[in-house]
């Protein structure tokens, strides 16, 4: 199972990461957790600077942007 975490403070980039990312697994059809991080010190975990972040398997995708559907399947199939 894949695990994506959407690392952010609740926003509605957050919200629509999350969005995205829940689309995609769904359309792929796949089985993956997705997890809201918004814990400052979690965050803070990983290299990131900006939110929101996108983390697949514990390794940090994209921050500070809002990555379109087709990167993020593109993530997922690596």
């Known amino acids: 199972m894949i695990n994506i975490k959407v690392l952010g403070s609740g926003c509605a980039n ?3 990461l999350e969005q995205i990312a829940r689309k995609a697994v769904e359309d792929m059809g796949i089985e993956a957790e997705i997890e809201k991080v918004t814990n400052y010190n979690d ?3 990983y290299p990131i ?3 929101p972040g ?3 398997n514990e390794e940090l995708v994209s921050s ?3 990555p ?4 993020i399947t593109e993530w997922l199939k690596a």
Do not use: A, D
């Not at 379109?68 to 990167?71: D, H, N, R, V, Y």
């Open 49 to 51: 600077l900006s939110t």
């Open 14 to 16: 957050c919200k629509r």
């Open 68 to 71: 379109s559907q087709e990167e």
């Open 64 to 66: 500070g942007r809002i």
């Open 54 to 56: 996108l983390v697949i």
């Open 43 to 45: 965050i803070m975990k």
